[in-house]
C-alpha cells in the first residue's frame, strides 16, 4: 500500500500548492470554489496483488468522496447518504451560476450554503 499512500501525500501536497495561491491571490482568495473529486472508487481488499485498484466492481470501487470547499458552499457540513458523481456538474453550476441542462444528477442542495 505503500505506493497508494505515497500517491496521495504527493496529489496532497498538489492541491496545498494550489490552495496557497488562491488563498494569496487577492482576485482569487474569496471567489473560488475548490471541486475534488476521485474518478472512481478504490477496492478495499489488501490481499490483492495491487491493492486499491478499481476494476474488479466491488461495492467500495464505487464510491468515492467529493470535497467542496469555497463561497456557496456550506461550511462543515457533511452529505452522509449515498449520492451519484453525476450530481457534482449540477451542483457546480448553481454555485457558478449557469443552466447544467445535460447534467443528469441533482443539484446537492445539502451542500450548498
Not at 31 to 54: A, E, L, Y
Request: hydrophobic letters at 40%; glycine letters at 8%; proline letters at 5%.
Amino acid at each position: 500500500m505503500n505506493h497508494y499512500t505515497q500517491g496521495i501525500s504527493i496529489i496532497d501536497q498538489g492541491i496545498r500548492q494550489i490552495w496557497d495561491a488562491v488563498r494569496a491571490d487577492e482576485a482569487y482568495r474569496d471567489n473560488t470554489v475548490f471541486v475534488i473529486v476521485p474518478d472512481c472508487g478504490r477496492d478495499s481488499n489488501p490481499f490483492t496483488k495491487v491493492p486499491c485498484q478499481h476494476h474488479f466492481n466491488s461495492r467500495s470501487a464505487h464510491e468515492i468522496f467529493a470535497l467542496l470547499v469555497g463561497p456557496g458552499i456550506s461550511k462543515g457540513d457533511v452529505v452522509d447518504h449515498r449520492v451519484d458523481q453525476i450530481s457534482v456538474a449540477s451542483t457546480v453550476g448553481k454555485v457558478m451560476g449557469f443552466e447544467t441542462p445535460f447534467a443528469e444528477g441533482p443539484i446537492l442542495e445539502e451542500a450548498l450554503a
